[in-house]
């Protein structure tokens, strides 16, 4: 495959799988409604270094070794397992909690360090996520790529992943999505804590069942 129909082939996959619902959207809506603009930017921001960091990850064969040795692969799983659920069960608990948002716009008041630490931890606990980068890298990236290639796929990956999240941080930020969300803000945080400790229990229990 010519080096730039690779390089379209494999941002076009990660486009649509960045776009897909997951904990990663949803925990970047809840910031941008729930705190600030400003916060769910930040954690937009941070989903676009973990994107950088599993297309380096990729990039180095982390798939193949993944597929070769079945005890570090369920190791992720249980890991990122165990870390969605911890946040599914903290989103919870503070769903009946009354909450004091900033402003449209404003920065959260606990700063913007926190943020893009949750948005990058989220990103780099999903295995499932590592898996699509490394399975995309391997069935489309040349098997001797161009210098250029490998220079401009981090860069694009950042680009999608932080800018399809700062999209959404934007959009759910606005008003009247915020408006919505103060009102019915137990039952969403319930839903959204109940989807994400979904997808938590599933990676625990796939780390717990033994391969074939």
């Given at each position: 495959?010519?080096?730039?129909?690779?390089?379209?082939?494999?941002?076009?996959?990660?486009?649509?799988?960045?776009?897909?619902?997951?904990?990663?959207?949803?925990?970047?809506?809840?910031?941008?409604?729930?705190?600030?603009?400003?916060?769910?930017?930040?954690?937009?921001?941070?989903?676009?270094?973990?994107?950088?960091?599993?297309?380096?990850?990729?990039?180095?064969?982390?798939?193949?070794?993944?597929?070769?040795?079945?005890?570090?692969?369920?190791?992720?799983?249980?890991?990122?397992?165990?870390?969605?659920?911890?946040?599914?069960?903290?989103?919870?608990?503070?769903?009946?909690?009354?909450?004091?948002?900033?402003?449209?716009?404003?920065?959260?008041?606990?700063?913007?360090?926190?943020?893009?630490?949750?948005g990058?931890?989220?990103?780099?606990?999903?295995?499932?996520?590592?898996?699509?980068y490394?399975?995309?890298?391997?069935?489309?990236?040349p098997?001797?790529?161009?210098?250029?290639?490998?220079?401009?796929?981090?860069p694009?990956?950042f680009?999608?992943?932080?800018?399809?999240?700062?999209?959404?941080a934007?959009a759910?930020?606005?008003?009247?999505?915020?408006?919505?969300?103060?009102?019915?803000?137990?039952?969403?945080?319930?839903?959204?804590?109940?989807?994400?400790?979904?997808?938590?229990?599933?990676l625990?229990?796939?780390?717990?069942?033994?391969?074939?």
């Amino acid at each position: 495959m010519e080096p730039a129909f690779a390089l379209a082939g494999i941002l076009g996959a990660l486009a649509v799988g960045a776009a897909s619902p997951g904990p990663s959207f949803v925990l970047v809506a809840r910031t941008s409604v729930a705190v600030s603009r400003r916060a769910g930017l930040a954690a937009a921001l941070g989903m676009g270094v973990g994107g950088v960091v599993f297309a380096a990850l990729a990039l180095l064969g982390l798939h193949a070794l993944l597929m070769q040795v079945g005890w570090l692969h369920a190791v992720l799983k249980l890991a990122g397992g165990v870390y969605l659920v911890w946040l599914a069960v903290r989103i919870w608990r503070g769903a009946a909690e009354p909450l004091a948002v900033a402003e449209q716009g404003d920065t959260a008041p606990a700063g913007l360090a926190r943020p893009f630490i949750f948005g990058l931890t989220t990103q780099l606990c999903n295995p499932k996520t590592a898996i699509v980068y490394g399975s995309i890298f391997a069935a489309l990236l040349p098997a001797n790529p161009p210098g250029w290639l490998l220079s401009v796929l981090p860069p694009s990956v950042f680009l999608i992943e932080a800018g399809w999240y700062a999209a959404v941080a934007l959009a759910f930020s606005a008003g009247r999505p915020r408006a919505a969300y103060l009102r019915f803000k137990s039952w969403i945080d319930r839903v959204a804590a109940t989807a994400i400790g979904a997808l938590g229990l599933r990676l625990v229990a796939d780390a717990a069942t033994p391969a074939p």
